[in-house]
């Protein structure tokens, strides 16, 4: 847990989570109304999903982030935009307004009420990067027109439109560009390798590598992207808008996300650990739109706030097939 | 002029141009007159001028782009967006929002009532470009959260939109991405530097260089740009459509500019020629924000539109002299 951390805990704070609903705003609320927050979660599940709310002792609003949003808040996480690639590309129309239209209405109700805002941006936003790791001064590698420019696209111009709505209004709007995050209420349907792997074990089947599975990722477990969240939102802003001015930055943007990189092959072989399943592996050409390979340079995070990631890859999996085994109706709840 | 151009003047169509009292807006619209063509000029005057407008035979819309738009037009050209550093950083939201809503209003448009549109896009999406000359399918290098983000990031955008609209609803959008341009009805007052120098020997002043003047740059007569553009929008759907399709592209889009360069200092002393100043030359430091260096590749509009820059620089200045010397009140029409 970041050194921020330690002073949150003794204020009450309203929070919104716009996006509540999702995988990582169900982990989210539940640490926040742990800590003693009053929650409100803002969801229109188009890919939240309502089993993530049970047990959860928060407001719900059923409703459109790109809608004007009433209340008054002291913090508000914006995680609203369906962020899978099969999910982001059913309707990309639906995922650029999301990312563009809901920046705006977060933006204007902090500007309204006097909110920090937490935005979840993205790794995405770096593209198919020429630089590795990736600081949070590369510019990236977008392509404006591929099947994944809605989102990349979107989520880019949402920084800007954050950047602007700062210069402009004053707003205290703080950037997160998350990397690959697995853990607990992941959607098991959303197509990717984490839970894909998990599913196909539980489920006896064999777990499906593409091009061998030599491709190397990064892997954060959603609690380590929490204490980052709890801490960068905590942090007093005369010591984050100081922090960036030194790195000549308009805009407080972090990466949060697992530096360490293993090979999909040795996820593979941890689940299998985990979950030993009859059908072993089985290897299929690499499609041709297969992710990018991407890994946070965490240097600012770990200066600014004090974060680093430190959950292991086998308890954070651990965790998560506890979670895929019994499910949200069996009350799990994130420790 | 294109070969497309010579079919376009068959017919009459009726014609929306959006930004209609901007430089190219008000070349353009009387382009079209000229050719018979049923003009309605869209603009809210931020950065277009009323005195643009004078001795046009087009109906007027007094209105922002960013609002819905009636009525039934054949073409939609949007041009609607400031384009001058100076003029687009004064209101950076302003400049974002035209951008992106102003594309989502014309695309809304054109589903509604069948329009063609031709979207200008800039080469400033290409930012600071790592490859030379820019391709269509050279994806940029574009910072997000700098001075120019607010244009750049907004324009990249407007294009993932216009590519969805056109996948999700079929809507016929083609974009022009336009390099450095000048001519008659340029706003004496927006900073840039054709205009900077034919006013600074019209007024007997001396001509400021920066840097010595030795950066090199392209420099496209609107003349050529408008006859890329009456080309792009006379040429059929099925033949730009399988044009594109050819080249792996989502949504056509072309280069529009001229990739001969000069140097700075070439350009000074061509409009001292024409215009002899008692002030001569003065050379001052290169700002930290100089534009970057872009040259179009235009082999792409070349091969689909039979298009390229005929206007010699020389022709070129010494019209936009005669326009600047005898002003918009004289009654000016560009021929």
Redesign the interface.
């Known amino acids: 847990m970041g050194a921020g951390f330690g002073r949150m805990v003794h204020v009450m704070a309203e929070v919104l989570i716009a996006g509540g609903a999702g995988f990582i705003g169900a982990n989210l609320a539940r640490r926040l109304v742990a800590a003693g927050h009053s929650v409100t979660v803002l969801d229109n599940f188009w890919s939240g999903r309502r089993a993530n709310m049970a047990g959860m002792d928060v407001r719900l609003i059923e409703g459109d982030v790109r809608e004007p949003i009433a209340g008054r808040y002291d913090w508000v996480f914006n995680l609203a935009c369906p962020a899978s690639p099969p999910r982001y590309q059913r309707d ?2 639906f995922t ?1 307004t999301t990312s ?1 239209d809901g920046m705006r209405q977060v933006l204007a109700l902090a500007r309204r009420c006097g909110a920090r805002v937490v935005h979840a941006s993205t790794s995405e ?1 770096y ?1 198919d990067p ?1 630089m590795h790791p990736q600081t949070e001064t590369y ?8 099947p994944r ?2 989102y990349d ?2 989520k ?2 949402a ?3 954050a ?3 700062r ?2 209004w004053g707003v205290d709007v703080r950037v997160a560009r998350i990397f690959n995050t697995y853990g607990p209420f992941m959607d098991p349907a959303d197509g990717r390798v984490v839970s894909n792997f998990i599913m196909q074990a539980l489920h006896g089947e064999a777990l499906t590598l593409y091009g061998e599975g030599r491709q190397t990722r990064g892997f954060q477990f959603v609690d380590d992207l929490l204490a980052g969240f709890m801490a960068y939102v905590a942090k007093p802003r005369a010591e984050v808008d100081a922090f960036f001015a030194a790195k000549g ?3 407080p ?1 972090l990466n949060l996300g697992n530096p360490e990189e293993i090979t999909v092959r040795e996820l593979a072989d941890e689940v299998l650990r985990l979950v030993p399943s009859g059908g072993g592996i089985v290897s299929r050409p690499l499609p041709k739109d297969d992710p990018h390979r991407r890994r946070p340079d965490i240097a600012w995070a770990r200066d600014c706030l004090g974060w680093e990631p430190r959950v292991h890859l086998r308890e954070g999996l651990s965790r998560t097939v506890a979670y895929f085994r019994e499910g949200p109706a069996a009350g799990y709840m994130n420790a």
């Open positions: 990309p129309v650029l563009i936003i593209g020429l510019w990236g590698h977008v392509n404006p027109l591929g420019s809605c696209e979107g880019r111009v920084e800007t439109l950047m602007e709505a210069r402009a930055m308009a805009l943007v």
